[in-house]
């Protein structure tokens, strides 16, 4: 095992070979993290690397009784994509040493691209449940140029955290990086969000994954939030909670 150090964090690697990065973090609407866990899972990819921090709070996830590290890489040898499972929120603060640190990674892994799912906590109406992009020119042009559906681009902002230091390093440097972003919603987990992700990034890199599971899940999560807002609505009016950021 080998490891890239930062003053803040550290990349543990088991010497598997990865061409291009997918990425998801714990960010809000948790719309990229879900997208790149219901990856991990549908491609029984397999955990080759994760990364350390002494500079935040640390949390270790469990899944069926057993622990693991909090931010992962997950691969499998018949496959060219790997898969940055991101789960620890990393505030802006810590963002650059953190991404310092997986861009230290790549370089040394020789990674061609790295794309980013991620939602973003925008104003929409029902036409804007799609996903758009940002990129890099030669991302765009090795990806995107000639994708059918097309991924429209986002018509303007600015990125930042994490998503801002990879992309400013792909701007600078031969590293093709790929930002696709959808519109969430507050509540927790978007799951109709990551829905959209997942479509995206498996027609950009060809990937045979079915998203019917993930359908239901999103579809027993709207009826969950459904029901939860006609038990508030019940309620009389002063006890009524006036912060409905969950729905």
Known sequence: ???????????????????????????????????????????????????????????????????????????????????????????????????????????????????????????????????????????????LADLDPAVPPMANGYLDGVNASLVERGMRTDLAVGVFVTPVHDRVPDADAAIRLVDTITSVYDLDVDTSALEEFAADVEAYYARLHERLEELPEEDRVEDRMFM
């Not at 088991?14 to 719309?31: I, K, M, Q, S």
């Not at 802006?92 to 370089?107: C, Y």
């Open 1 to 143: 095992m080998t490891t890239d150090d930062t003053e803040a964090f550290s990349v543990c690697d088991e010497g598997a070979d990865v061409n291009h990065v997918v990425a998801g973090f714990a960010t809000f609407g948790l719309a990229g993290l879900t997208a790149v866990d219901y990856l991990r899972e549908r491609l029984d990819l397999e955990p080759c690397g994760y990364v350390t921090t002494d500079a935040l709070p640390a949390i270790t996830p469990f899944e069926n009784g057993r622990p693991h590290h909090h931010t992962r890489i997950l691969s499998r040898p018949d496959l060219d994509v790997a898969v940055l499972h991101g789960g620890l929120f990393v505030p802006p603060n810590a963002a650059n040493d953190f991404s310092r640190a997986i861009l230290d990674w790549t370089g040394r892994k020789d990674v061609d691209e790295v794309a980013v799912l991620s939602g973003v906590p925008v104003a929409h109406g029902p036409d804007d449940h799609r996903t758009f992009h940002v990129a890099t020119t030669d991302y765009h042009e090795a990806r």
